[in-house]
């Protein structure tokens, strides 16, 4: 299988014409490639240029057209507000969509923040940009960046992020020979992406806004093996001629050995994000109230907090992070609950301020559904039925290892996501169970990473068996009342049945 070839370019302002001008060039030369990603301003900067936009985003019918899959997420500029709230209603839009809005045949919006898999590379985005303003396109609110802080916990290796502005101090540690002249690092940069970098460690960070080319020195990660290459792209059609595209082949890190992630070339340094913040930072931080910075401690897990600053006690509260990616680190110790029904409905396109808040701010101009979808089922019904079938589901369920009627002395090894155990009534001798350690009601719910793990079980026991004669076949045993996931592994003897 060939890797993936990628395109990437800074900001668009509308002149897609020079864009896929030069698009085509490359691609004649040193394609084909798979796609195209547009970091900072998408949208023109003057109503002077609408009419070259527009024949892009009206295709079809003798118009220009987009010449290979394009994603953006500069949702801001001239004629914005109207291409996206049409896009927005479209019925192909509706649901749970972090793969792009479609706008036109081979254009989409990453719209807000999400994480999606194309050709093998895991991508990450953050749309718009910074603001006070409370905007509907353009910028990106609190729950975008806390989405992106509950992505950051997920296993594996992030191949792309892609945001509009640069991070703060992303100069930091670099050699200042290759800086670009006149950089001034308080202008089109963002320190809540700097803050956000550092955590989800992404191999590739791509950024806008600023105007100008920079290929930083790659720098390694805290507590990962892997290091990053930033690269900020200069605007389509600068009259200064600075690279405005860029193109990648990049193996994704799903498939690369240790060794291939880990290697390290010369000229890495350390990360930018780790020196002592300067003094404006300072002055920013210490403006921060007691009750902020205490929240900022759990922002990893308990982000729906933040919400949350009235009424009864936690117990009520849904955990953001379960909800957007269906685990949580803190497991037992989670002071918030852990909703499957409020997760399915998630990822059935119900709006997530509507499952934790019981309302949406966005109301009518909202991309998601803005009822519970259970015929008929009344939200405060629902959520009182959840609390109380779920404030004790890892507590009852027998192969939840956080409940106290788990059977310990049953078990013979656990792993990072599954475990295996004796079962309590075997069908035959030498009966085994693999068995998840998430709370989850089939294996096919469960992360690609976790699979490999479950593989690697399965083998062994195989081989285990093999060697002492027998053979292993191995089942999933799913009903819609089983809440568990687990695999059956049932022996037989191989001389047996061929005497047979």
């Given at each position: 299988?060939?890797?993936?070839?990628?395109?990437?370019?800074?900001?668009?302002?509308?002149?897609?014409?020079?864009?896929?001008?030069?698009?085509?060039?490359?691609?004649?030369?040193?394609?084909?490639?798979?796609?195209?990603?547009?970091?900072?301003?998408?949208?023109?900067?003057?109503?002077?240029?609408?009419?070259?936009?527009?024949?892009?985003?009206?295709?079809?019918?003798?118009?220009?057209?987009?010449?290979?899959?394009?994603?953006?997420?500069?949702?801001?500029?001239?004629?914005?507000?109207?291409?996206?709230?049409?896009?927005?209603?479209?019925?192909?839009?509706?649901?749970?969509?972090?793969?792009?809005?479609?706008?036109?045949?081979?254009?989409?919006?990453?719209?807000?923040?999400?994480?999606?898999?194309?050709?093998?590379?895991?991508?990450?985005?953050?749309?718009?940009?910074?603001?006070?303003?409370?905007?509907?396109?353009?910028?990106?609110?609190?729950?975008?960046?806390?989405?992106?802080?509950?992505?950051?916990?997920?296993?594996?290796?992030?191949?792309?992020?892609?945001?509009?502005?640069?991070?703060?101090?992303?100069?930091?540690?670099?050699?200042?020979?290759?800086?670009?002249?006149?950089?001034?690092?308080?202008?089109?940069?963002?320190?809540?992406?700097?803050?956000?970098?550092?955590?989800?460690?992404?191999?590739?960070?791509?950024?806008?806004?600023?105007?100008?080319?920079?290929a930083r020195e790659p720098y390694s990660n805290v507590d990962a093996v892997h290091v990053t290459r930033f690269f900020g792209l200069a605007m389509v059609g600068n009259k200064d001629k600075q690279k405005f595209i860029h193109a990648i082949s990049p193996t994704p890190a799903s498939t690369m050995s240790a060794a291939e992630i880990s290697m390290k070339p010369p000229n890495t340094t350390l990360s930018p994000y780790t020196l002592v913040v300067d003094k404006t930072a300072l002055e920013e931080v210490t403006k921060r109230s007691t009750a902020s910075v205490s929240d900022s401690?759990?922002?990893?897990?308990?982000?729906?907090?933040?919400?949350?600053?009235?009424?009864?006690?936690?117990?009520?509260?849904?955990?953001?992070?379960?909800?957007?990616?269906?685990?949580?680190?803190?497991?037992?110790?989670?002071?918030?609950?852990?909703?499957?029904?409020?997760?399915?409905?998630?990822?059935?396109?119900?709006?997530?301020?509507?499952?934790?808040?019981?309302?949406?701010?966005?109301?009518?101009?909202?991309?998601?559904?803005?009822?519970?979808?259970?015929?008929?089922?009344?939200?405060?019904?629902?959520?009182?039925?959840?609390?109380?079938?779920?404030?004790?589901?890892?507590?009852?369920?027998?192969?939840?290892?956080?409940?106290?009627?788990?059977?310990?002395?049953?078990?013979?090894?656990?792993?990072?996501?599954?475990?295996?155990?004796?079962?309590?009534?075997?069908?035959?001798?030498?009966?085994?169970?693999?068995?998840?350690?998430?709370?989850?009601?089939?294996?096919?719910?469960?992360?690609?990473?976790?699979?490999?793990?479950?593989?690697?079980?399965?083998?062994?026991?195989?081989?285990?068996?093999?060697?002492?004669?027998?053979?292993?076949?191995?089942?999933?045993?799913?009903?819609?009342?089983?809440?568990?996931?687990?695999?059956?592994?049932?022996?037989?003897?191989?001389?047996?049945?061929?005497?047979?």
């Amino acid at each position: 299988m060939s890797t993936p070839r990628i395109l990437l370019c800074g900001d668009v302002l509308g002149r897609l014409n020079q864009l896929f001008k030069r698009v085509q060039s490359v691609n004649k030369s040193a394609g084909p490639f798979d796609a195209l990603f547009c970091v900072g301003q998408f949208f023109p900067d003057s109503a002077e240029q609408l009419e070259e936009f527009t024949d892009y985003i009206e295709g079809g019918g003798g118009r220009s057209q987009i010449p290979l899959p394009t994603y953006f997420i500069g949702d801001y500029g001239v004629a914005a507000p109207k291409v996206l709230s049409t896009a927005s209603r479209n019925s192909a839009n509706l649901g749970f969509k972090m793969d792009g809005f479609k706008i036109c045949d081979n254009l989409f919006w990453l719209r807000g923040s999400g994480k999606f898999t194309l050709h093998g590379l895991s991508v990450v985005y953050l749309s718009g940009r910074q603001s006070s303003n409370g905007q509907h396109f353009g910028t990106y609110s609190q729950d975008d960046v806390d989405a992106l802080r509950a992505l950051a916990e997920e296993p594996g290796v992030v191949d792309l992020f892609l945001t509009n502005e640069w991070p703060s101090g992303v100069t930091n540690r670099a050699s200042a020979s290759d800086i670009p002249a006149g950089f001034l690092d308080t202008t089109g940069s963002d320190s809540s992406v700097s803050e956000l970098v550092a955590e989800i460690k992404p191999r590739y960070h791509f950024a806008g806004t600023k105007g100008v080319f920079y290929a930083r020195e790659p720098y390694s990660n805290v507590d990962a093996v892997h290091v990053t290459r930033f690269f900020g792209l200069a605007m389509v059609g600068n009259k200064d001629k600075q690279k405005f595209i860029h193109a990648i082949s990049p193996t994704p890190a799903s498939t690369m050995s240790a060794a291939e992630i880990s290697m390290k070339p010369p000229n890495t340094t350390l990360s930018p994000y780790t020196l002592v913040v300067d003094k404006t930072a300072l002055e920013e931080v210490t403006k921060r109230s007691t009750a902020s910075v205490s929240d900022s401690q759990y922002w990893r897990y308990d982000v729906s907090h933040k919400r949350h600053k009235s009424g009864s006690g936690e117990g009520n509260k849904l955990c953001f992070k379960f909800i957007y990616s269906g685990s949580c680190p803190r497991g037992e110790k989670c002071n918030f609950q852990h909703d499957m029904d409020a997760r399915e409905q998630y990822l059935g396109g119900v709006c997530l301020d509507f499952l934790i808040k019981g309302k949406c701010e966005r109301g009518p101009d909202c991309n998601f559904k803005h009822n519970l979808q259970n015929e008929g089922e009344s939200h405060s019904r629902r959520r009182r039925g959840s609390e109380n079938d779920n404030g004790n589901r890892s507590k009852e369920c027998w192969f939840c290892l956080s409940s106290p009627n788990v059977e310990s002395h049953l078990i013979i090894s656990i792993g990072e996501f599954y475990y295996c155990a004796l079962p309590k009534g075997p069908l035959v001798q030498d009966h085994v169970l693999v068995i998840p350690i998430e709370h989850a009601p089939c294996t096919l719910s469960l992360t690609q990473q976790s699979n490999s793990e479950l593989v690697k079980f399965q083998n062994s026991l195989k081989l285990y068996y093999k060697n002492r004669g027998k053979e292993a076949i191995l089942f999933e045993w799913i009903s819609k009342r089983s809440s568990h996931a687990n695999i059956q592994v049932v022996i037989v003897n191989v001389f047996r049945c061929l005497m047979k």
